[in-house]
């Protein structure tokens, strides 16, 4: 079971975190709050990487079936109370960093945000992987330069990059719906009738 685990270095970051937590803010110069605030994001962002790797690892092993959960989503809706959104969000992004390594290198630097990450695993689904593998696509090169524009650019770009990918993975787009066009009207005429 994932759980909490008093010891070892989850036990070592509570204690630091409990340090933070009693340290005395007011009367800090800005530079010194601005410059403890950047490396509190990369330390953010570097827990954020363990936890989606821890959930990834607990969705391999079925760690949530030793709580009576059916998937690792759930046990986060369940015992971290989670939304719906933000617990498949993270079950995404573990299973995006397991086929990004390179993503996931910079992500555990602190390089990379949470926020990136989402962005990213759109093309680590498998229906992307597949397409990707059947047009011979480099995915470590793709993987290094999302790597780099998460690291190094604004998150705006991040996103049209990821997009512009995937429309050249898929330059037809999404089927059309055969259905889309179909419609049933009844009418009532003044006589009664109907057609």
Same mark, same amino acid.
């Given at each position: 079971?994932? *759980?909490?685990?008093?010891?070892?270095?989850?036990?070592?970051?509570?204690?630091?975190?409990?340090? +933070? *937590?009693?340290? =005395?803010?007011?009367?800090?110069?800005?530079? $010194?709050?601005? #410059? $403890?605030?950047?490396?509190? +994001?990369?330390?953010?962002? !570097?827990? /954020?990487? $363990?936890?989606?790797?821890?959930?990834? #690892?607990? =969705?391999?092993?079925?760690?949530?079936?030793?709580?009576?959960?059916?998937?690792? /989503?759930?046990?986060? &809706?369940? %015992?971290?109370?989670?939304?719906?959104?933000?617990?498949?969000?993270?079950?995404?992004?573990?299973?995006?960093?397991? =086929?990004?390594?390179?993503?996931?290198?910079?992500?555990?630097?602190?390089?990379?945000?949470?926020?990136?990450?989402?962005?990213?695993?759109?093309?680590?689904?498998?229906?992307?992987? /597949?397409?990707? /593998?059947? $047009?011979?696509? @480099?995915?470590?090169?793709?993987?290094?330069? +999302?790597? #780099?524009?998460?690291?190094? !650019?604004?998150?705006? #770009? +991040?996103?049209?990059?990821? &997009?512009?990918?995937?429309?050249?993975?898929?330059? @037809?787009?999404?089927?059309?719906?055969?259905? =889309?066009?179909?419609?049933?009207?009844?009418?009532? %005429?003044? @006589?009664?009738?109907?057609?």
């Amino acid at each position: 079971m994932c *759980s909490t685990g008093g010891g070892g270095a989850v036990g070592r970051l509570a204690a630091a975190l409990d340090d +933070l *937590s009693a340290e =005395e803010l007011s009367g800090r110069f800005g530079s $010194q709050l601005i #410059e $403890q605030l950047g490396a509190l +994001l990369t330390a953010s962002n !570097r827990l /954020a990487a $363990q936890v989606a790797r821890r959930v990834r #690892e607990c =969705e391999l092993t079925q760690a949530a079936e030793l709580d009576g959960k059916a998937s690792m /989503a759930s046990w986060l &809706r369940g %015992h971290a109370l989670f939304s719906t959104g933000a617990a498949s969000r993270l079950v995404r992004s573990g299973r995006a960093l397991a =086929e990004l390594p390179a993503v996931a290198a910079a992500f555990a630097a602190g390089a990379v945000t949470a926020e990136a990450v989402v962005v990213i695993a759109a093309v680590a689904t498998p229906g992307n992987l /597949a397409a990707a /593998a059947a $047009q011979d696509v @480099d995915l470590a090169g793709v993987d290094q330069a +999302l790597a #780099e524009v998460a690291a190094s !650019r604004p998150h705006a #770009e +991040l996103r049209q990059v990821v &997009r512009h990918y995937l429309a050249r993975l898929d330059p @037809d787009g999404p089927e059309p719906d055969p259905t =889309e066009g179909r419609s049933l009207t009844f009418t009532r %005429h003044a @006589d009664g009738s109907m057609s």
